[in-house]
């Protein structure tokens, strides 16, 4: 047993997605949650950025002696992991891995489309993975640099949000695709919007709840799961306004988190 937190961070509220699922499958866990939301987004930054700033993630969250890190930020995850993941002393699990092994698992055409933000886009780390699995499989890319501030302003399902949807996806539905990776845990807010877009026919895969399955199975792999819970088990820190975090937060998790957030200066990491 290794009653250690689980550290997860992400460029914003984002990754809550990611935390809300890691809760459901592994609910006796404790978690540290980091939103760096003084510098959101990351999607449009420089990779030189993205490196500084994931660097400075970790770095915090390793004061908190935690026994892995979660990066639940699609940019950082595709554009910064690769290159740091040997950095540090302990595990680092990013969404990627899992979202495309339970894509190439689910794709019966092997069409599979995947949108994020430019960052990670840029990167081509999906589809580098996802023809590592088969070369014949077609991916088809798509950078949606709009809907992360969409999610982080509250517009789930409305007109706007539906317009810019249809903008982003037409070619990808166009192309045929029957599976859909969702690149950055923003979206899984918008996966009513999205799904309704890319019709019935079209497998959705989420990569927060994702990577919440692969630590479910590391985790009781290694025997390294907690064996009970602690009552003040859930803690959130955030780089700018705490009241937003908590309001739109709360939102995103599907339960209050009303005094348990606390704010920090990234910088000093």
Same mark, same amino acid.
């Given at each position: 047993?290794?009653?250690?937190?689980?550290?997860? =961070?992400?460029?914003?509220?984002?990754?809550?997605?990611?935390?809300?699922?890691?809760?459901?499958?592994?609910?006796?866990?404790?978690?540290?949650?980091?939103?760096?939301?003084?510098? #959101?987004?990351?999607?449009?930054?420089?990779?030189?950025?993205?490196?500084k &700033?994931?660097?400075?993630?970790?770095? =915090?969250?390793?004061? =908190?002696?935690?026994?892995?890190? #979660?990066?639940a930020?699609?940019?950082?995850?595709?554009?910064?992991?690769?290159?740091?993941? %040997?950095?540090? %002393?302990?595990?680092?699990?990013?969404?990627?891995?899992?979202?495309?092994?339970?894509?190439?698992?689910?794709? $019966?055409? $092997?069409?599979?489309? #995947?949108?994020?933000?430019p960052?990670?886009?840029? !990167?081509?780390? +999906?589809?580098?993975?996802?023809?590592?699995?088969?070369?014949?499989?077609?991916? &088809?890319?798509?950078?949606?640099p709009?809907? #992360?501030?969409?999610?982080?302003?509250? +517009?789930?399902?409305?007109?706007?949000?539906?317009?810019?949807?249809?903008? &982003?996806?037409?070619?990808?539905?166009?192309?045929?695709?029957?599976?859909?990776?969702?690149?950055?845990?923003? &979206?899984? *807010? *918008?996966?009513?919007?999205?799904?309704? /877009?890319?019709? %019935?026919?079209?497998?959705?895969i989420?990569?927060?709840a994702?990577?919440?399955?692969?630590?479910?199975?590391?985790?009781?792999?290694?025997?390294?799961?907690?064996?009970?819970?602690?009552?003040?088990? /859930?803690?959130? /820190?955030?780089?700018? %306004?705490? !009241?937003?975090?908590?309001?739109?937060? !709360?939102?995103?998790?599907?339960?209050?988190?009303?005094?348990?957030?606390?704010?920090?200066?990234?910088?000093?990491?």
């Open positions: 047993m290794n009653n250690k937190s689980i550290g997860v =961070f992400d460029s914003g509220l984002g990754g809550l997605t990611a935390v809300k699922e890691i809760m459901n499958e592994l609910p006796n866990e404790s978690i540290i949650y980091f939103g760096d939301t003084g510098r #959101v987004p990351y999607g449009t930054r420089s990779r030189d950025t993205i490196l &700033y994931t660097r400075g993630d970790i770095r =915090f969250l390793k004061t =908190f002696d935690v026994k892995i890190i #979660v990066i930020c699609g940019t950082a995850s595709s554009a910064a992991l690769p290159m740091i993941k %040997d950095e540090f %002393d302990m595990p680092i699990v990013g969404v990627i891995d899992a979202a495309v092994y339970a894509a190439v698992r689910a794709t $019966k055409n $092997k069409k599979i489309g #995947v949108i994020g933000t960052g990670t886009i840029k !990167s081509g780390e +999906y589809e580098k993975q996802i023809t590592a699995y088969d070369p014949e499989m077609r991916v &088809y890319n798509r950078a949606c709009m809907f #992360v501030p969409l999610v982080e302003n509250g +517009y789930f399902d409305c007109e706007v949000t539906r317009l810019i949807a249809a903008e &982003y996806l037409e070619e990808i539905r166009a192309a045929g695709v029957d599976t859909l990776i969702l690149g950055c845990t923003h &979206y899984p *807010l *918008l996966e009513k919007v999205i799904g309704e /877009y890319m019709g %019935d026919g079209v497998t959705l989420n990569s927060g994702e990577v919440a399955k692969y630590l479910k199975k590391k985790l009781h792999g290694d025997t390294a799961h907690s064996a009970s819970p602690d009552a003040d088990r /859930y803690r959130y /820190y955030v780089s700018d %306004d705490v !009241s937003s975090f908590e309001e739109l937060g !709360s939102i995103f998790l599907e339960r209050e988190i009303n005094g348990q957030v606390s704010k920090i200066d990234i910088e000093k990491y």
